[in-house]
């Protein structure tokens, strides 16, 4: 397994890929769990060649607070790379990927955009488009592997590869939950006991959404209704939104039809925890 620190290396390398087969890359930002490592399987079983980027992206960020307490376990994560047989990690420096005179931006724009805006931290899309952008100019991918749990981010990357015109196809794969439902994810792991017991009420809360379209509501203010109901049963978890939404447009929907996403946005403490089923257009549901 290699490790690359500098961007130039990361070019002549990616450059030297043209002609070996297919590249399979899976962007993080590190502390690694098994949703991470679904990705990174992924890349490695349907691609010739397998690229991991660790990069805690500062621009994505709005609050100086999160930035600074983002888990960082480099050990850890390279260990699980090496064991995962990754071919290249790729772990710019900050200071290398942002320049003191860095100053040109992808900021996506439209309603769907607009829409995003609303439900994600002031700077969030620039700051993914922006990252995303610089990633597969370095990498050249031809695949790229996100997880369903983060579906503003997927919408977003969706958006700008179509936009831009960046020849990489996108794969979207499960959410790998924990036993009692909690999707994984990188700051769940500060949670105590107690909070992981109280972050499984989201999984339950989209169940309970789920059931109820099974159960012939097709009422979208209902299914959002028993929702937020079922989150307000535990009182450490404070919410965003629970909305039932077009899963690539964002649209709010009245009515709940195949092709609906049920999307819940929380706060536990500083944690926050984001999750999503869809109910796809072949009637089946992606948990
Ligand atoms: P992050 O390190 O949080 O930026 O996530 C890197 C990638 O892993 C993104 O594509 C996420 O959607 C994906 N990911 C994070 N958590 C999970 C999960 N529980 N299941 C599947 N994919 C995930």
Redesign the pocket.
């Known amino acids: 397994m290699r490790i690359i620190h500098d961007l130039d290396e990361m070019t002549e390398t990616a450059r030297g890929w043209l002609a070996g087969g297919s590249v399979g890359f899976?962007?993080?930002?590190?502390?690694?769990?098994?949703?991470?490592l679904?990705?990174v399987r992924a890349a490695h079983q349907e691609c010739e060649i397998s690229v991991v980027s660790i990069f805690i992206n500062p621009l994505q960020f709005s609050r100086d607070e999160d930035l600074i307490s983002y888990p960082v376990d480099p050990e850890r994560d390279l260990q699980l790379l090496s064991d995962a047989n990754v071919d290249v990690v790729f772990i710019p420096r900050a200071e290398e990927v942002y320049p003191a005179q860095f100053s040109t931006y992808v900021t996506p724009t439209g309603p769907t955009i607009k829409r995003l805006e609303g439900l994600t931290a002031p700077g969030y899309i620039r700051g993914v488009a922006t990252i995303m952008t610089k990633l597969f100019q370095l990498v050249r991918p031809d695949v790229a592997?996100?997880?369903?749990?983060?579906a503003p981010?997927?919408t977003v990357v969706r958006k700008l590869l179509r936009d831009l015109n960046i020849d990489v196809h996108l794969r979207v794969?499960?959410?790998?939950?924990e036993s009692g439902g909690l999707?994984?994810?990188?700051?769940a792991y500060a949670l105590t006991p107690v909070e992981q017991e109280a972050a499984r009420v989201v999984y339950r809360a989209l169940l309970t959404g789920k059931a109820l379209i099974e159960q012939g509501q097709h009422s979208a203010a209902a299914i959002e209704k028993a929702m937020v109901d079922t989150i307000a049963t535990e009182p450490l978890i404070e919410l965003d939104y629970a909305h039932v939404y077009h899963p690539e447009t964002f649209l709010v929907l009245k009515k709940v039809l195949p092709g609906a996403m049920l999307a819940i946005a929380a706060h536990i403490g500083r944690v926050r925890l984001l999750d999503n089923i869809v109910w796809r257009e072949d009637a089946n549901w992606l948990l």
């Not at 899976?26 to 991470?36: A, K, R, S």
């Not at 592997?145 to 983060?150: C, L, P, R, V």
């Open positions: 899976v962007p993080t930002m590190g502390y690694l769990h098994e949703g991470h679904a990705l592997y996100f997880g369903q749990k983060n981010q997927i794969l499960p959410t790998v939950r999707a994984l994810s990188s700051q």
